[in-house]
């Protein structure tokens, strides 16, 4: 059985998120909390709770129990970008982008 969970429109960069998400796959969720505990970066934060929000899925919507299960998959899509302009010589600006990304974290209780 798969259980799914998504954090969408989080602020902070695809690139950045998908460095820590190479991680989890293959681990247990409960392995993949602790590990997510000592990274210090904002996309492990984020990436925290909505593992976290997966294993409650599993326990209360499905029966299962957390220590079981193991992390499937870990993807970090693109989300929209929000179009900023910073102001650079003779009056110009130049536009730059504000990255937001959706996070899905799988579950599985397979080994």
Known sequence: MEIKSYSKYMRISPRKAREVARI?????ATEGVSILKFIP???ARML???LQSAMAN???NSNLNADDLVIR?????DGPA???FRP?????AHP???????LRITLTDEA
Do not use: Q
């Not at 998959?73 to 899509?77: G, H, K, S």
């Not at 730059?96 to 959706?102: A, D, E, I, P, T």
């Open 82 to 84: 929000l179009k900023r």
């Open 73 to 77: 998959e870990a993807i970090v899509e």
């Open 24 to 28: 989890l796959p293959g681990k247990k």
């Open 58 to 60: 599993a326990e209360n």
């Open 88 to 92: 650079c010589a003779r009056g110009s």
């Open 96 to 102: 730059y982008k504000k990255r937001m990304s959706h």
């Open 41 to 43: 970066r904002k996309a």
């Open 48 to 50: 925290s709770k909505t």
